[in-house]
């Protein structure tokens, strides 16, 4: 995965609110992944149409932080989701 990369949540992975514990989840097939503040903040930008550094430039401005730190945070965790198979990406 590189900053140009255009994540996006594959078929059968989705976003959601897990009402009972009035938390965020990522839902995949028979995976359910309890997202932390900073977690929800990065999924949420996911849309499938920003690249990883749109996204990292976005929550820097949002969370007044270094954009290459952020970068690298946002590289690492959407890494992980994707060796997961929970998150996928094209070429930007």
């Given at each position: 995965?590189?900053?140009?990369?255009?994540?996006?949540?594959?078929?059968?992975?989705?976003?959601?609110?897990?009402?009972?514990?009035g938390?965020?989840?990522l839902?995949?097939?028979?995976?359910?992944?309890?997202?932390?503040?900073?977690?929800?903040?990065?999924?949420?930008?996911?849309?499938?149409?920003?690249?990883?550094?749109?996204?990292?430039?976005?929550?820097?401005?949002?969370?007044s932080?270094?954009?290459?730190?952020?970068?690298?945070?946002?590289?690492?965790?959407?890494?992980?989701?994707?060796?997961?198979?929970?998150?996928?990406?094209?070429?930007?």
């Amino acid at each position: 995965m590189t900053p140009l990369c255009v994540p996006y949540l594959p078929r059968g992975v989705r976003l959601a609110n897990d009402r009972v514990r009035g938390l965020r989840v990522l839902l995949g097939p028979e995976r359910v992944l309890i997202l932390d503040q900073i977690g929800n903040a990065v999924l949420s930008r996911v849309d499938g149409a920003q690249s990883v550094r749109a996204i990292s430039e976005d929550l820097a401005q949002t969370f007044s932080a270094p954009r290459n730190e952020i970068e690298t945070d946002v590289l690492a965790y959407l890494g992980d989701l994707a060796k997961k198979r929970l998150l996928e990406t094209r070429d930007g």
